[in-house]
């Protein structure tokens, strides 16, 4: 335990910091960044939320008494229609779900095709660059798909990327610095899609409602069961939301902009 009162700590970086149970009282946090923190059953009162951003998972947030949660999915679900198709109950919503992600997908590939070859390496926003966002998605498949529902313990490719906040544990990839050609990152991409597809062709109820077989050795996931449908859902949701966000940063690099 550890007690600042009446201290200066502008521009102070805390990574990997445990501060659950923690009081803020009569703190300034203005034009801070918080990026991959667990808020999980906070409480905030008497605070200012002015041109604030907030990007993730919004679940039983209340703000002056209203669960904005639905209102924000609901939101979401307007502007995209086909998310609502993200969340499926059955192993035919999960093909159907995944056609819609190679579709658009081919599209976002076709579409970064188009930019010089070194733009796609960029960060924008301090954001993953587009290789980056391959290199991550990638990742998500071995983990989910590989390790936790077809039992390979150690699935993962050299240029696999975790996410940052991610405890360095041996074995796993790590490498932010490496610079693979595209067409490398599409093959690797591919295979691993490809993967998904035939594992959803033979899915039927009773896999989905399933547990998966206890995984072993150290890695991402942890090493225990997991619900198939669970894991499942968590390539679904990281592959729609990490397309918006390179739509989003395509749209920065074709306008020739220098990112920040």
Same mark, same amino acid.
């Given at each position: 335990?550890?007690?600042?009162?009446?201290?200066?700590?502008?521009?102070?970086?805390?990574?990997?910091?445990?501060?659950?149970?923690?009081?803020?009282?009569?703190?300034?946090?203005?034009?801070?960044?918080?990026?991959?923190?667990?808020?999980?059953?906070?409480?905030?009162?008497?605070?200012?939320?002015?041109?604030?951003?907030?990007?993730?998972?919004?679940?039983?947030?209340?703000?002056?008494?209203?669960?904005?949660?639905?209102?924000?999915?609901?939101?979401?679900?307007?502007?995209?229609?086909?998310?609502?198709?993200?969340?499926?109950?059955?192993?035919?919503?999960?093909?159907?779900?995944?056609?819609?992600?190679?579709?658009?997908?081919?599209?976002?590939?076709? /579409?970064? @095709?188009?930019?010089?070859? #070194?733009? $796609?390496? &960029?960060?924008?926003?301090?954001?993953?660059?587009?290789?980056?966002? =391959?290199?991550?998605?990638?990742?998500?498949?071995?983990?989910?798909?590989?390790?936790?529902?077809?039992?390979?313990?150690?699935?993962?490719?050299?240029?696999?990327?975790?996410?940052?906040?991610?405890?360095?544990?041996?074995?796993?990839?790590?490498?932010?610095?490496?610079?693979?050609?595209?067409?490398?990152?599409?093959?690797?991409?591919?295979?691993?899609?490809?993967?998904?597809?035939?594992?959803?062709?033979?899915?039927?109820?009773?896999?989905?409602?399933?547990?998966?077989?206890?995984?072993?050795?150290?890695?991402?996931?942890?090493?225990?069961?997991? /619900?198939? @449908?669970?894991?499942?859902? #968590?390539? $679904?949701? &990281?592959?729609?939301?990490?397309?918006?966000?390179?739509?989003?940063? =395509?749209?920065?690099?074709?306008?020739?902009?220098?990112?920040?």
């Amino acid at each position: 335990m550890a007690d600042f009162m009446h201290v200066d700590l502008p521009g102070s970086r805390f990574e990997q910091v445990d501060l659950t149970g923690s009081e803020l009282r009569a703190v300034g946090l203005s034009n801070s960044q918080f990026l991959g923190v667990d808020l999980t059953g906070a409480v905030m009162k008497g605070v200012d939320l002015v041109n604030v951003e907030i990007r993730g998972d919004v679940e039983g947030l209340t703000i002056n008494g209203v669960d904005i949660g639905p209102l924000v999915e609901a939101e979401l679900n307007r502007r995209y229609p086909e998310r609502a198709k993200m969340r499926p109950a059955d192993p035919r919503g999960f093909r159907e779900a995944w056609d819609i992600l190679e579709r658009l997908w081919s599209g976002t590939v076709v /579409r970064s @095709r188009g930019l010089d070859p #070194a733009r $796609l390496y &960029e960060s924008v926003n301090g954001e993953w660059s587009f290789i980056e966002t =391959l290199r991550h998605l990638v990742f998500v498949t071995d983990s989910w798909v590989r390790r936790a529902i077809l039992g390979d313990p150690s699935p993962w490719d050299p240029l696999d990327l975790p996410w940052d906040e991610m405890p360095d544990i041996a074995g796993v990839p790590h490498d932010r610095e490496v610079r693979p050609p595209l067409g490398t990152v599409l093959e690797l991409r591919q295979d691993r899609m490809s993967t998904v597809r035939r594992l959803l062709e033979t899915l039927d109820d009773a896999t989905l409602a399933g547990d998966t077989e206890p995984i072993e050795g150290p890695g991402w996931p942890e090493p225990r069961r997991y /619900r198939v @449908r669970q894991c499942l859902l #968590a390539v $679904l949701n &990281e592959e729609w939301e990490h397309r918006l966000y390179a739509e989003r940063d =395509l749209d920065v690099l074709e306008r020739g902009v220098t990112p920040t």
